[in-house]
């Protein structure tokens, strides 16, 4: 059984009147309960987030804010609904708000929430083609964590652009961890024939396609790579 409604309603009612002026004041919630309840909100609207129902999804995430407006990771579940939804844009000032301090980049190691906006901000400004933009963050996020998600977004971004030759041992890199998915030998692939290497190219895709048979993007790129 959940407990953590109850202990958030046990932190409220533990809320002592501040004196104002001589008067009894108001009670205030403690910072505890706020964190508490905020934490609530926020998992309540991923739950509808994953049901799709956005337009709750937002009210929850704007009730957590209200009650801790410095969160980032309240901001990121925030913004990254609207990504869901379809609504680039809006997900892209999400971020973009969130990152609006210019000491992020330096807190980008060491804080978790920080270095997901940076990564998230990429992926979206890559739905709206804005790769040069996108590549700014996603380099950034390296700096945070050099995982499977920044380095395959990385090295898309420099596809993208043209640079196939720089993307190529983010993506190596990325074929040493674990677990390693289709996405990531599709555009090593891609990559390797677009900077001149097709034979590797194929190589890489016919493994791609060993442990991902079914999957209808590395059929299409091992296609690709043959007529190339």
């Keep these: 059984m959940n407990r953590m409604p109850a202990l958030c309603f046990l932190l409220a009612a533990l809320a002592v009147p501040t004196a104002v002026g001589g008067q009894s004041g108001q009670p205030q919630i403690s910072e505890a309960a706020r964190a508490c309840f905020a934490a609530l909100y926020t998992a309540r609207g991923a739950a509808y987030r994953a049901q799709r129902d956005f337009a709750r999804a937002l009210v929850d995430f704007d009730k957590a804010l209200s009650l801790q407006p410095d969160s980032v990771p309240h901001a990121n579940m925030r913004?990254?609904?609207?990504?869901?939804?379809?609504?680039?844009?809006?997900?892209?000032?999400?971020?973009?708000?969130?990152?609006?301090?210019?000491?992020?980049?330096?807190?980008?190691?060491?804080?978790?929430?920080?270095?997901?906006?940076?990564?998230?901000?990429c992926v979206v400004r890559q739905d709206l083609g804005w790769f040069q933009l996108a590549l700014g963050d996603c380099v950034t996020a390296l700096q945070g964590s050099r995982n499977s998600d920044s380095l395959y977004f990385a090295a898309r971004a420099y596809t993208e652009l043209g640079r196939c030759g720089?993307?190529?041992?983010?993506?190596?890199?990325?074929?040493?961890?674990?677990?390693?998915?289709?996405?990531i030998?599709?555009?090593?692939?891609?990559?390797?024939?677009?900077?001149?290497?097709?034979?590797?190219?194929?190589?890489?895709?016919?493994?791609?396609?060993?442990?991902?048979?079914?999957?209808?993007?590395?059929r299409r790129m091992r296609q690709w790579a043959a007529s190339f």
């Design 166 to 183: 720089e993307a190529v041992p983010l993506l190596d890199e990325a074929l040493l961890l674990e677990p390693v998915t289709a996405r």
């Design 185 to 218: 030998y599709e555009e090593l692939g891609y990559a390797l024939v677009c900077s001149g290497e097709r034979q590797r190219g194929v190589t890489v895709l016919d493994q791609g396609l060993a442990l991902y048979p079914d999957d209808p993007d590395l």
């Design 79 to 121: 913004a990254w609904a609207f990504r869901e939804m379809g609504n680039f844009e809006a997900a892209e000032r999400a971020y973009s708000q969130i990152l609006q301090d210019e000491s992020a980049r330096e807190r980008v190691a060491a804080d978790r929430a920080i270095w997901q906006a940076f990564l998230s901000r």
